[in-house]
């Protein structure tokens, strides 16, 4: 690297000697520091997509599996050789309603984002659900190619969300009670 007083630059460097009749060489070189500062973007974004506490999987039009995260993997007990190539039904539990799936490839289809819960099943059998916002990838030129999903696991918030509310529903009825042994 260069350092001028303002930024870093990198620069791309040959030297080639003149010939055995000639002393010298010929020293060629080409600013790369755009392409170095793309390779960073790339790394951090790549490590980003990684280290992400969500699940992560990008898939192609056809719906087989190019890519999924250390969560992905964590969450559904899958190995990444076991998933790259597959659809993602693999995860169906059967206990989503088949309208959402319909809903979801008519809006994927359309080029718009999803969003939505999926009743899914681990490798081990246990079944999950799951909040996720699936969205398009496109090129610089509008073409969608593939479609990125990233997914949440809210088992435990929809067994909380349950638990309360059956606690509400009781407090209401012991209130109703009460209220008629009063009057």
């Known amino acids: 690297p260069c350092h001028a007083p303002d930024r870093q630059r990198w620069f791309s460097m ?46 192609d039009l056809l719906a ?31 206990k989503t309603p088949r309208e959402t799936y319909a809903a979801l490839w008519a809006t994927l289809l359309a080029g718009n ?16 659900v799951e909040f996720a ?13 593939h479609y990125v999903a990233v997914k949440e696991d809210v088992t435990e918030r929809k067994r ?3 638990e309360l509310d059956s606690y509400r529903d009781h407090l209401e009825q012991l209130v109703a009670d009460r209220t008629v042994e009063l009057e």
């Open 113 to 128: 984002t999803w969003k939505g819960e999926l009743y899914n099943r681990r490798k081990d059998g246990s079944d999950y």
């Open 133 to 145: 916002i699936i969205t398009p990838i496109r090129q610089p030129d509008g073409e969608v190619t």
């Open 64 to 94: 087989r599996i190019a890519y999924v995260n250390g969560a992905f993997l964590r969450q559904t007990g899958y190995s990444q050789k076991e998933l790259i190539g597959q659809n993602p039904r693999l995860l169906q539990s059967g």
């Open 160 to 162: 909380m969300g349950t």
């Open 14 to 59: 040959s030297v080639t000697p003149l010939g055995s009749t000639r002393q010298g060489v010929v020293i060629a070189h080409i600013d790369i520091t755009p392409r170095i500062q793309a390779e960073e973007q790339l790394r951090k974004l790549s490590m980003a997509v990684e280290q992400s506490p969500e699940s992560i999987v990008i898939t």
